[in-house]
């Protein structure tokens, strides 16, 4: 490149001190100089000037070319976009049937367990209820038949013994206390079996609000909106919590 501004300082230096022409501008130059000094500095050009201009000349064809590769590639980023988001739809949707279906099959679960519990509960208490009446009857029935006996026993001492009216008041007391007795633990019984009942229905309403907790629970996490794909990972559809 030195070359070259030396020549074209030559140049400049030989046009300054040419012979003017008169009554012009012009001037006369020696031809051999000036050619020889050009050629000079056409051999000085580097060749990385020639490329550029044949990068300058090609411009067009090469933005024609960049701009077909660029909308090529919008193009197909648009297709691949509009692919995975359908395919993340469908998986979203897939999600959610699966979610219901398992919902739905959790509160078929829960229905059958709540049957099985009533049923469970109404055989106990209907077992517990017979067992209790039977006994019940049981004692009161040998209340009776201890009443019945001491009343025979006391007819008996009575006609043996007349005068003796305490013996007949203290079999009918004894009688009346057996009686008494017998209704008092036939009550108690059936107050215990009451009580055991209701201890179990009401951990069977327990377990019956526990179970629609859960199932409402479920239903709220399939109702709440759902979370944008991609990016910070998937964020679960339900969170099933007792």
Known sequence: ?????????????????????????????????????????????????????DVLDKRDELISTARQEAETTVSTANSDAERTLADANAEAERLVADARARAEQMVADARDEADRTV???????????ERSRAESERMIQAGRDAYDRAIDEGRAEQARLVAQTEVVQAAHAEAARIVDEAHNEADRQRADCDAYVDGKLAEFSELLSTTLRTVDSGRNHLRAPSAPLGGGGRTPLYDYQA
């Open 1 to 53: 490149m030195y070359r070259v501004f030396e020549a074209l300082d030559e140049l400049v230096t030989i046009v300054e001190e040419a012979r003017g022409v008169p009554m012009t501008s012009s001037c006369v130059v020696p031809r051999g100089d000036v050619l020889e000094l050009l050629d000079d500095v056409r051999d000085a050009l580097p060749a990385e000037v020639d490329d550029a201009q």
């Open 119 to 129: 049923a469970a509960g109404q055989a106990e208490y209907q077992n517990l209820t």
